[in-house]
């Protein structure tokens, strides 16, 4: 082989997939959104007129529900490439429902929000919880219609490890592994706000 040759190869082996790099640079700016908003919340805070309020319970129960269903769908991606179908397509619903119960626990969230006498539009401080909460589930819908096609390819295709069906796979866990991580950053942001 010529040296032109093995470097021209060795330099596609080095790149990195365009679709990968678009799902990075899509989380990197959602990243900027949510630092802007938490800054803002700071921001906000400090000028006075704001209620101190424990956030519920459930919003902890949420968090675990999300966490968990990170490490499903990671093992469902691992049985994915090992080949073991059952298990793959088992973890898959499995995430598919964690994520849908995360959309329902969040909608009690916000009505325990309210029950606790922090309705919307109260005070800044419950507003802002409401907001970036609504904002991060508009981005989880996304992550659970990925997860959803994912599992529809699963079941209506034969089972095949292929690059295509895999490099989807990664985006969809890419993509929803940062969903998670979003979510624990503004849990992580509220507790150490109060």
Not at 89 to 118: C, D, H, R
Not at 151 to 163: D, E, G, L, N, T
Request: glycine letters at 6%.
């Amino acid at each position: 082989m010529t040296d032109s040759i093995m470097a021209d190869q060795i330099g596609r082996r080095n790149k990195i997939h365009p679709k990968k790099f678009a799902l990075w640079v899509a989380c990197a700016s959602m990243s900027m959104l949510f630092a802007a908003l938490t800054s803002a919340y700071m921001v906000r805070q400090a000028s006075g007129n704001w209620l101190e309020f424990p956030l519920p319970n459930i919003f902890f129960v949420n968090t675990a529900v999300i966490l968990l269903s990170s490490l499903t769908l990671h093992a469902a991606y691992i049985a994915f490439k090992r080949e073991r179908e059952l298990a793959y397509k088992g973890l898959l619903v499995s995430s598919l429902i964690l994520g849908i119960a995360f959309v329902v626990l969040q909608f009690q969230g916000w009505e325990a929000l309210a029950a606790m006498g922090v309705p919307l539009k109260l005070n800044p401080s419950g507003d802002f919880v409401y907001a970036l909460s609504w904002i991060h589930l508009a981005h989880l819908f996304g992550g659970i219609a990925a997860i959803l096609i994912a599992a529809i390819v699963a079941f209506s295709r034969p089972f095949k490890v292929s690059p295509a069906r895999k490099l989807r796979f990664e985006l969809t866990l890419t993509y929803w592994h940062f969903v998670d991580g979003i979510w624990l950053y503004l849990m992580i942001f509220w507790i150490l706000q109060r």
